[in-house]
């Protein structure tokens, strides 16, 4: 699914990747661990295809349409509603029988009653679980997560707890975080990166 | 058509974002207004239309900056640029939907603009009002384009006018021109030329304008 050979990553002077290579299979779950600076999210954002690398090579086997990326920003825009959010992106992503999937994933989520508040008042871990939301709307093959426990309470950590476990050996998945030791159920492989 | 499809839903996204947070309308009408208001004393009594004619295309062009410089605001204060990339629409849609968002506020500013134009200074005429629409397409085209490229930037603030202004200087020569002359067709046609020609290369080049 990702093949990285000699991955590297400038900008200007400052060199934030360099030399990385892995192999993810299709259905395999590798969790990117580092301290801050490490680079973790610059990888990721390659691998999703978001940034070009300036050294070496990234291999996708997967359409820019089947990867599904949570990033740092939960990228939804905050004076929209949950339901205008996804369904803006159910749209770009030509999702079928789009609304009975938005309906499905709020529920899972814990956001139905609040479908229709806007983004800007929810609170961190709300905002969290709508871009999970985002992230599994078009069902991707390649599922690339930055930190997804970043602002989830335990609650909301045992909701992706339990969506991942279910997709495990599914779908693929790249994921860097702190807590590995969490993901240890998960874990098919690890990448540790150095500051 | 599903190309049209992915423009009508971001465009929609842009209305109904500017709808909730009327961040740029408002102070796109009021600029407007106030630099009409302010040269209306400025200038001495019962100015000529050709001054004014140019006072008028100048007001425009920075009310038009005015929107363009917050056109992608949501996209760079909520990284929402990169959802937007990773669909897997054609990602000249952002550009066409942002640039029809554009238009639409630049319009309704104009609106208000053109009448008070009127009552402070000269009538408007049909070739001035067809030059205003020309010259809203090329400016909301380029713009939004340049746009893109300055909201990457740290210079953001700096950059978009000093890109922009030297390529609106064919717009501001062409919609003069236009709402000077008895006989306005081969301006109007200037115009035309330049929205097609900018168009055409806004829209085949956004993509690597949005690709970091």
Same mark, same amino acid.
């Given at each position: ?18 030399? %990385?290579?892995?192999?993810? #299979? ?75 999937? %938005? ?90 990166? #150095?500051? | 058509?599903?190309? /049209? ?45 050709? +001054? ?19 056109? @992608?605001?949501?996209?760079? +204060? ?24 554009? @238009? ?15 009552? /402070? @200074? ?9 030059? !205003? !629409? ?55 046609? /200037? ?6 020609? /900018?168009?055409? !290369?806004?829209?085949?080049? @956004?993509?690597?304008? !949005?690709? +970091?």
């Amino acid at each position: 699914m990702l093949v990285a050979r000699r991955l590297g990553k400038r900008y200007g002077e400052k060199r934030v990747l360099r030399g %990385i290579d892995f192999d993810l #299979a299709s259905g395999g779950f590798l969790v990117v661990t580092g301290p801050n600076g490490s680079g973790k999210t610059t990888l990721l954002r390659i691998c999703a295809g978001l940034a070009q690398p300036t050294e070496g090579t990234i291999e996708r086997a997967v359409s820019r349409g089947a990867i599904g990326y949570l990033g740092h920003e939960p990228l939804v825009y905050r004076e929209l509603t949950a339901l205008e959010n996804l369904e803006l992106y159910g749209r770009l992503y030509r999702i079928a029988e789009r609304r009975e999937r %938005i309906g499905m994933l709020l529920e899972r989520f814990g956001l139905w009653e609040v479908r229709h508040e806007r983004v800007a008042s929810y609170s961190r871990g709300m905002t969290q679980r709508l871009a999970l939301c985002r992230v599994l709307l078009h069902d991707p093959e390649l599922l690339v997560l930055d930190e997804p426990y970043n602002a989830l309470d335990e609650a909301g950590a045992e909701l992706l707890d339990a969506q991942l476990a279910e997709l495990r050996g599914e779908r693929t998945f790249l994921l860097a975080t702190h807590e590995p030791a969490r993901l240890v159920p998960f874990a098919s492989g690890r990448l540790a990166l #150095a500051a | 058509m599903r190309y /049209f499809r992915d423009v009508g839903a971001l465009a929609r996204k842009d209305l109904l974002l500017e709808l909730r947070a009327r961040d740029t309308l408002p102070a796109m009408v009021l600029f407007v207004a106030a630099v009409f208001v302010v040269f209306h004393f400025a200038l001495p009594e019962s100015p000529s239309r050709l +001054e004014t004619v140019g006072l008028l295309w100048v007001a425009i062009l920075f009310t038009a900056l005015l929107g363009l410089g917050r056109a @992608f605001v949501p996209e760079r +204060e909520q990284r929402t640029l990169d959802g937007l990339v990773l669909a897997p629409c054609d990602r000249s849609a952002i550009w066409l939907a942002k640039s029809l968002a554009t @238009f639409a506020f630049l319009a309704a500013a104009e609106v208000v603009a053109l009448p008070l134009y009127a009552i /402070f @200074f000269h009538r408007v005429g049909g070739a001035t009002i067809a030059a !205003v !629409v020309l010259a809203d397409i090329g400016i909301c085209a380029v713009g939004t384009f340049l746009g893109a490229m300055a909201v990457a930037t740290r210079a953001r603030d700096l950059l978009l006018p000093l890109l922009f202004l030297p390529l609106a200087i064919p717009i501001v020569v062409g919609a003069v021109g236009a709402s000077v002359v008895d006989s306005p067709g081969r301006y109007l046609g /200037f115009l035309a030329l330049y929205d097609a020609l /900018f168009a055409v !290369v806004c829209w085949a080049s @956004f993509e690597y304008v !949005v690709a +970091e």
